[in-house]
């Protein structure tokens, strides 16, 4: 791998897929609001934010991002309903 595998934002569209509107598997671009979401977090965060900008899948992303490349990462992800899950 020639890239820094701390910094998510290399290793987002390298390593993460997600599934295009045409229903095809694709690497994940990160979106404007999501790459300035993961330079500038912080240890606890609040986002006010509408809707369909792709933030949840962008702090998934960052989340995920931590679980697969920090030691001993453990994550719990709670939904509301069970459709969501």
């Known amino acids: 791998m020639n890239f820094d595998i701390t910094n998510p934002l290399e290793?987002?569209?390298r390593m993460f897929k997600v599934i295009n509107k045409k229903g095809i598997l694709v690497?994940?671009?990160l979106f404007p609001a999501q790459e300035f979401y993961i330079k500038n977090k912080a240890h606890r965060n609040i986002i006010?934010?509408?809707r369909q900008i792709g933030m949840s899948s962008g702090v998934i992303a960052d989340n995920s991002?931590?679980?697969f490349t920090v030691p001993h990462e453990r994550q719990t992800i709670i939904t509301h309903d069970q459709e969501t899950s």
Do not use: C, E
Request: net charge positive.
């Open 65 to 67: 991002h931590a679980l």
């Open 48 to 50: 006010l934010k509408n």
């Open 11 to 13: 290793y987002i569209p």
């Open 27 to 29: 690497p994940m671009t």
